[in-house]
């Protein structure tokens, strides 16, 4: 059993930065694949950053590579998202997810097992 718990959400305008952080707890986060997922209202949720917590891959939706870093650190238990040059369009309910994915399916929702509460994110313009 793996419990993500987020923090780091709040408003902000456009062209402004946030970090949320995710701590997991729990067996088997080590071997897994954590990250990002976000939901705006009114969309499908979709995936934002994920880091491989042995390899240290990492991916990114194409609408947030640039400005948005994954990090992590296994030693804490906890990976961050440094998220910069907010845009309106970035604002939903962040998740931290952790899980193991197939090769190539690291930004599908279905390829993570535990899910965090969310944090939200707001950007104004």
């Known amino acids: 059993q793996v419990q993500m718990v987020e923090s780091g959400g709040g408003s902000v305008q456009a062209g402004g930065s946030l970090r949320l952080s995710c701590q997991a707890s729990?067996?088997?986060?080590?071997?897994?694949?954590l990250g990002w997922f976000r939901q705006a209202p009114g969309k499908e949720r979709e995936g934002v950053a994920v880091?491989?917590?042995?390899?240290?891959?990492?991916f990114y939706a194409d609408s947030v590579r640039g400005r948005f870093t994954i990090s992590g650190d296994a030693g804490k238990k906890t990976i961050y998202l440094q998220m910069n040059n907010l845009k309106p369009e970035d604002t939903g309910t962040y998740y931290c997810?952790?899980?193991?994915?197939?090769?190539?399916?690291?930004?599908?929702?279905?390829?993570?097992?535990?899910w965090g509460q969310g944090t939200k994110v707001t950007v104004s313009s």
């Open positions: 997810v952790a899980g193991q994915p197939g090769p190539e399916l690291q930004l599908n929702s279905g390829g993570y097992e535990y």
């Open positions: 729990g067996h088997g986060y080590d071997r897994a694949y």
């Open positions: 880091i491989g917590m042995t390899s240290d891959k990492t």
